[in-house]
């Protein structure tokens, strides 16, 4: 078993790994930066990612072409698994489809899991093992919560775990941690990259991806069948680099692109939802013509909200097909890291939460829970330790955390917000008392300083040590099951 790394070595590691990989939020400029001496001190994965960033510049000289998946909605051209999608039993995968389909039960579920590559994949499902052995009483009798889970919304590193656990239910507790966590995914990236045939090649970074993914992972799966499972609907986000908007993989998106989701591979989706900028190229959607508007949006609603208002703009311009016939679709924790906000800009955009609950039509339930999973660091910056002048790099870092962890908590209030304005709306409407929780499960509220410290110096990236990959599972399990309010809602359901 390898040594656990000494302070001043994770603080390099998750420093440099950090730095880099922070080109989600600042592109190539803090790379730029960065000279032989800091490439030396940097962690593998820093390194690896390094390199294939200055290779993925060398072949964006080639014509790389990125080629749609995405199929029309009159299903006149031949798109990958074409017949699965033919059964007459399978809904539109949307959620509001999802919300009627799931209308059962005393307790309203929804999971999010944030970015952070394999980091973000370990602590989620470290959660989900949670959830797995929680067991509560429902009037069917004895019930895993895990059972009870509605939605699960994810962006990058966590739609990894979304993706599979929706595929393939259970199976994920016995064989995700080989095929995924524990599995030097990086380096297996890292030499598709470095391979000739993508030297000389048309199709794109993401492209060789996806075909890796597919092989070790998700097995040309398509959203017809993550609609054929029992479980939760897994919402994957990615965002629109063109508009700035998040881009939810639901056919209420997909209906503004006059295109048909459920032939749509999901490793694609995944693809596009950990898309890193640069270093991945954007996953492409045809944007078609000759469709109604969808109806699942109130695409001529103007609200005082800039935010909404901004969301409800960028949704609309996918009407300009002359001059949006390509979306290009990078990873969703440019425009929402926690991942929480794919349910919050269906309800807005469709016109208001009172708008929304009349058009889905659907009971309130007695509880609301939403567990958010977020696995991005409280930074450590070595500059405070020292009265010297920070580097442009340590300076480039330190704003972009700043702006992401505003964000996000500017995100969990409105969430917060939101869900209180539903718990009314039920008790208004339906005259349902409705008890709404909130949970945040967050590596900067890990309650032993060493084990903090050690988390929040794991860095973002594809391959992990083993020790680090446990820690995250291990962690991710134990403080949802300690968290106060999860106890006291397990002590009403239980009642």
Not at 51 to 68: D, E, Q, R, V
Not at 81 to 95: E, I
Not at 323 to 343: E, P
Not at 428 to 441: M, N, Q, R, S
Request: glycine letters at 6%; charged letters at 20%.
């Amino acid at each position: 078993m390898s040594k656990r790394l000494n302070i001043k070595a994770r603080q390099q590691r998750w420093h440099h790994s950090h730095s880099v990989l922070y080109l989600r939020h600042l592109g190539y400029r803090c790379i730029a930066q960065l000279s032989y001496s800091q490439m030396k001190r940097c962690g593998v994965g820093a390194v690896r990612l390094l390199i294939c960033f200055m290779i993925g510049l060398y072949l964006t000289a080639c014509t790389a072409s990125n080629s749609p998946s995405n199929s029309p909605l009159n299903g006149s051209q031949v798109a990958i698994n074409q017949p699965l999608a033919h059964s007459p039993t399978l809904p539109p995968y949307s959620a509001t489809e999802a919300m009627k389909y799931h209308d059962q039960g005393d307790i309203a579920i929804m999971l999010s899991f944030s970015g952070g590559g394999t980091r973000a994949a370990a602590f989620s499902y470290g959660v989900l093992k949670a959830l797995h052995q929680t067991i509560i009483n429902t009037e069917h009798g004895p019930q895993r919560l895990l059972d009870e889970v509605d939605f699960i919304s994810s962006v990058s590193g966590g739609s990894f775990t979304a993706a599979y656990y929706g595929l393939y239910g259970d199976k994920i507790f016995d064989d995700f941690e080989s095929a995924f966590l524990y599995k030097d995914v990086g380096g297996d990236l890292f030499h598709t990259l470095f391979d000739p045939r993508l030297w000389f090649s048309s199709e794109s970074r993401s492209a060789f991806a996806i075909d890796y993914f597919q092989d070790s992972l998700f097995h040309h799966a398509t959203f017809a069948d993550l609609q054929r499972t029992n479980g939760p609907t897994i919402i994957l986000n990615a965002t629109d680099l063109g508009s700035g908007v998040r881009f939810s993989f639901l056919q209420e998106y997909f209906d503004l692109l006059c295109s048909d989701l459920s032939h749509y591979p999901v490793a694609d989706a995944v693809m596009a939802s950990a898309a890193v900028p640069v270093m991945f190229s954007p996953v492409v959607l045809n944007n078609y013509p000759g469709c109604k508007p969808s109806n699942g949006f109130d695409l001529e609603r103007q609200s005082v909200d800039p935010q909404i208002q901004r969301t409800i703009d960028g949704l609309r311009s996918y009407q300009n097909k002359q001059r949006r016939k390509y979306i290009h679709l990078v990873d969703g924790g440019i425009s929402d890291n926690l991942g929480l906000l794919a349910i919050y800009d269906l309800v807005e955009s469709s016109g208001g939460s009172e708008a929304f609950i009349d058009q889905v039509e659907v009971k309130p339930r007695s509880h609301m829970l939403i567990i958010s999973v977020d696995a991005s660091t409280e930074p450590y910056y070595q500059f405070e330790q020292s009265a010297d002048e920070p580097s442009i790099t340590d300076t480039l870092s330190a704003i972009t955390d700043t702006q992401l962890h505003r964000y996000n908590d500017a995100t969990k209030k409105v969430i917060w917000g939101n869900l209180l304005e539903w718990a009314e709306l039920a008790e208004k409407e339906a005259g349902i008392a409705t008890d709404p929780y909130f949970l945040h499960v967050t590596l900067k509220k890990i309650p032993h300083p060493t084990t903090r410290f050690d988390a929040n110096t794991i860095p973002t990236d594809f391959t992990l040590d083993k020790n680090d990959v446990t820690l995250l599972v291990d962690e991710g399990e134990r403080q949802l099951l300690n968290h106060p309010l999860y106890n006291q809602l397990l002590e009403q359901l239980n009642d």
